[in-house]
């Protein structure tokens, strides 16, 4: 079992107070990617694990899903090339996450927020996507995927209202490097899974 590691949370009252450097966060490692929402962080541990030339930004609202994936990534993580915070993520990325620095972000099975009046609480909106592409670098990626069905059909609809700032790429579970807890159960369900990558123009 591999020693625990130190030095993965970063307390928010500690770094609120100016954007991410990241060259310092990760030294040596140019390529950055953010993960919102890790829940457990098994994906993040295993997708971090094989790419150690990586540096790897995790964003966690609920305070025992954080616990849990700092629990996990403190055991399983085999290099220190991931960081992780406990906040709401679109904060997180506004605030300290500075233009043009992130190559990917990996949006899995976001909270649908299913009723009608909770849809200004979805994550992936037209307006969220514009600042996904302000924090990506030339050429970067988004990679999602969705199994609610009426959350996919939004999707689409906010995609449609910023068709300018991506292109959208073909993408499925025959492409997915790691998949996710979730994912991995739901697949076995015959839960249909909408996946998305899209690339910034």
Known sequence: MPPLRTGIALPIEEIARKPFDFAAMFPGLSRIECEVGFCSA???????????????????????????????LERRLKQDNVKIVEFDAGAVIMMLVPPASLDAFHIYFPDPWPKKRHHERRLMTRGNFRMFHEKLKPGGRIYAATDHPDYAEFIEK????????????????????????????????????????????
Do not use: C
């Not at 541990?45 to 849990?68: C, P, Q």
């Not at 492409?175 to 996946?195: C, F, H, L, N, S």
């Open 42 to 72: 098994l994906f993040l541990t295993e997708y971090a694990n094989r790419h150690s030339d990586t540096g790897f930004l995790g964003i966690e609202k609920k305070h025992a899903y954080f616990l849990r994936g700092l629990h996990n």
């Open 158 to 201: 906010e995609l449609a209202a910023v068709r300018d700032l991506f292109t959208r790429l073909p993408y499925g579970a025959a492409d997915r490097e790691v998949m996710t807890k979730w994912e991995r159960r739901q697949t076995a369900k015959g839960i249909p899974i909408t996946y998305y990558l899209l690339e910034k123009r």
